[in-house]
């Protein structure tokens, strides 16, 4: 018997590492040649604004981010990278020649699609491209996950037609495993059909022809594609809701049809330690008792694990998830003032947070990368606001996971579309189709994100836009989530109903009066702009609601609005929304340009000042009614006074009694007090104060070309312009002496030589020790 050559075996095991060092290094090699290669062939179009994380968007590593953090498995397939594309007429059929390649996720439109050519309602938009099927995954379903895709999407697996869905803002998922082959290269094509601003559709800011407040459009996939292999039982979806009051979570689980009669178990945790544990059948509620919990809020915006198992008749598991939540609660209350405000956790918080439109100029709905999509949220905070409303626009989920994880809270629009309705008119009538795919549309975007603690409103209508049903909607967005807010709609056409009445007004601030059942908000206010050279997405026609040259004069207007914007606080004002995150297209008015490169403002300046909005606020003392309420008695003459008509010591009693407002015609908002025909008015009262206060604000509602103020022979505000339907606020900073102990005098001029004209006045103050 011969002996084993040791040494020869070993030298064979030692060449064949050798052999296999060498291949992984020649696969490693010609991996990175390849991604050199596609790397090569991509390239962004020109655009005209790009943002610096442009430059680490490569096709091989797009939007890498698992995209559902709420319902996390550990195996999936990212398919977003480059695809064959085409743009061909609606009607024709699936094309057999593509055009080029699109780099999924971004918008057709987009820069980083690397085309950036419209599409148009004339036209469809296709798909195509190949995936294989990791090995690991036989045996197992395998669905086809969308996060957004605008609008109407058909979708084909090796030639066979799965589905379609319409809606441009929902995630939407097939099973394709019965369309797969059982190996090789599978086929994907999708056609996608998007009517823009000729539809009737939910369609947000996006037209053909971008002006104004309207941006470019997006069509096609514009959030990540992805695959995932489920067993035959599996959860399909969760529902979340938290209940601090009774220190407990409720978790009911969607589940497939073969998990019948399964059970669930559901673990709740902080770090290591389990905080919470219950089993229930599933597709059933299952309350998890958590002890002593830690409450979700902006300034400590904790997070508990969940963990959700999946159980087959003899208790082995069969699937498992995990997610977040977070323990909150929104409500209205009152406060020690009686006014009804929000309440986050059991206590008034004031909610203040910019418009946040969500456009990127290189991805249009898209941000380049998740680092961009934080980054808005980072500054937000930095610059001290607690919230944000997502206008007519919803995020990936990964926007929500930022928000809950960095303690952003978010008013969330339902994207808008069909007609307007103007202030005054009644709600329109919509068409069976386009109410009933709102209505769907509207019940998705809840389904997806009800979870996200960060959301504690939903505002179905903006501005008039589309309204529709506005009692019968806002009672079922009530009834199908009860445990947030709802703004009915935000801004024009209140009709009475949801939980808070919301007024636009720009440049504001202003509010409704306070009511007994519904918060008062300023859902928008301000739009303050600052072009900046270099950082524009168009050389010439920008605008912001009003324009400033330099970042000190930004600043220094930004301030007086906030110094008035605090002054409602008193008044029962419970939130307020500053016009915008960003520069958006033609927009200035951003926090931000629209490159994200410069932040206009100074962060600590900002933070510094928005803390006094979030602290306790006091009653306010009322020194000189308004006639909002009751009519108030003024001295007034159309004729020009006297040099010394302003002063104290004025003889007016040759002047006309008349109660405020004074107007032509008469408001149909506000009673007639005075009618004012003429060019010019004067007018002046007397009023007696014990102490005078340390801060004084004006409470105007004016209509003119311009004002003089007076108190005391001393000139403390111009106006000019008009505060539309509402009443103005206006913090006297440097005035407040011109007060004295005992009886004052106010003395108003007035100028509108054409048009329709009005003006009301008044004085408050609000204890300032916290200011």
């Known amino acids: 018997m011969m002996k084993p050559n040791h040494s020869k075996t070993v030298c064979t095991i030692r060449n064949s590492k050798f052999q296999i060092r060498n291949l992984q290094w020649v696969l490693s090699a010609v991996v990175l040649c390849l991604c050199t290669s596609i790397q090569a062939q991509w390239t962004p179009a020109k655009g005209p604004l790009m943002t610096r994380w442009a430059q680490n968007v490569r096709p091989d590593n797009v939007h890498p981010e698992y995209p559902r953090p709420q319902m996390v498995r550990k195996d999936w397939l990212n398919l977003n990278g480059l695809w064959e594309y085409a743009i061909r007429p609606k009607d024709k059929p699936q094309p057999k020649t593509f055009d080029g390649q699109i780099l999924v996720p971004f918008p057709v439109e987009s820069a980083l699609s690397g085309v950036m050519k419209p599409v148009g309602e004339e036209n469809r938009l296709w798909y195509r491209r190949t995936f294989q099927i990791p090995n690991k995954w036989t045996h197992q379903r395998i669905l086809l996950h969308f996060g957004a895709v605008d609008w109407e999407t058909t979708i084909w697996v090796n030639g066979r037609q799965l589905g379609t869905h319409r809606g441009g803002y929902d995630p939407f998922t097939l099973d394709i495993s019965d369309a797969l082959k059982k190996s090789g290269p599978q ?12 539809g009737t559709q939910p369609r947000g800011k996006q037209v053909k022809e971008p002006r104004g407040i ?4 997006v069509t096609g996939i514009w959030q990540t594609v992805w695959l995932e292999p489920v067993p035959q039982a599996y959860i399909k979806s969760l529902n979340i809701a938290a209940d601090i009051d009774a220190d407990l979570l409720r978790v009911t689980t969607t589940c497939s049809n073969a998990a019948t009669g399964y059970s669930i178990e559901a673990e709740a945790k902080d770090g290591w330690w389990t905080k919470g544990k219950a089993t229930g059948k599933a597709g059933q509620e299952i309350i998890i008792p958590i002890k002593k919990p830690k409450l979700w809020s902006p300034d400590s915006p904790f997070l508990y694990d969940l963990k959700l198992t999946l159980k087959d008749h003899q208790g082995r598991k069969v699937d498992a998830v995990t997610s977040y939540f977070g323990m909150r609660k929104v409500s209205l209350g009152k406060d020690e003032n009686g006014s009804t405000r929000i309440f986050l956790n059991n206590k008034p918080l004031f909610m203040f947070g910019p418009l946040d439109q969500g456009w990127w100029p290189d991805g249009l709905y898209t941000a380049p990368t998740d680092d961009a999509l934080r980054y808005d949220i980072d500054v937000t905070k930095k610059l001290g606001y607690n919230m944000a409303r997502k206008h007519v626009k919803v995020e990936p989920a990964r926007w929500y996971y930022w928000c809950d994880k960095l303690g952003l809270m978010v008013w969330q629009d339902m994207p808008n579309g069909d007609r307007h309705v103007r202030p005054g008119e009644p709600d329109i009538k919509r068409s069976e189709e386009s109410a009933t795919q709102f209505e769907l549309e509207l019940k998705r975007l809840i389904d997806a994100f009800c979870n996200h603690p960060s959301i504690v409103m ?28 709802v703004n009915s709609a935000s801004g024009w056409a209140d009709r009475g109903v949801g939980d808070v009445h919301d007024v636009h007004m720009y440049p504001g601030p ?15 206010f301000g739009g303050l702009g600052l072009p900046l050279k270099g950082h524009l997405w168009l050389d010439k026609g920008n605008w912001g609601y009003r324009t400033y ?6 600043t220094r207007h930004y301030q007086i609005l906030i110094d008035n914007l605090y002054g409602l606080l008193g008044l029962g004002l419970s939130a307020a929304i500053y016009t915008q995150t960003t520069d958006v297209e033609r927009e ?4 931000m340009t629209y490159d994200r490169e ?11 000042l928005h803390s006094h909005l979030y602290t306790q606020t006091h009653p306010t003392r009322t020194l000189l009614p308004t006639s909002e309420f009751k009519p108030q008695m003024w001295r007034y003459t159309f004729e020009q006074p006297q040099n010394r008509w302003l002063t104290t010591s004025f003889n007016d009693s040759a002047w006309k009694n008349g109660n405020a407002p004074f107007a032509w015609p ?22 007696t104060i014990d102490e005078p206060p340390c801060d004084i604000w004006l409470k105007v509602y004016h209509n003119i070309d311009s004002a003089s103020v007076y108190i005391n022979g001393k000139l403390v505000a111009e106006l000019s312009g008009q505060t539309r339907r509402h009443y103005g606020h206006i913090k006297l900073t440097e005035h407040a002496d011109a007060l004295k102990p005992g009886e004052n005098t106010i003395a108003v001029h007035c100028k509108k030589p054409k048009g329709d004209r009005g003006i009301d006045i008044g004085i408050y103050s609000i204890d300032s020790q916290n200011r």
Do not use: C, H
């Open 187 to 198: 086929k994907l094509v999708i056609a996608v059909w998007d009517p823009t601003d000729t």
């Open 214 to 217: 309207w941006y470019t459009a």
């Open 458 to 485: 939903w505002v179905p209508f903006n501005e008039g836009w589309g309204q529709y049903d506005t009692r019968r909607i806002a009672e079922y967005v009530k009834k199908y989530d009860p445990t947030r807010l």
């Open 510 to 524: 202003g509010m409704e009066p306070s009511g007994p059942k519904r918060a008062v908000v300023l859902g928008e």
């Open 549 to 554: 040259q330099t970042k000190e004069g930004l």
């Open 588 to 591: 200035v008015n951003g926090l």
């Open 598 to 608: 410069v932040v206009k403002f100074d962060f600590a300046k900002l933070t510094r």
């Open 666 to 687: 008469k408001p149909s908002f506000f009673p007639l007090g005075t009618p004012w025909k003429s060019q010019s008015i004067w007018f002046r009262r007397t009023f």
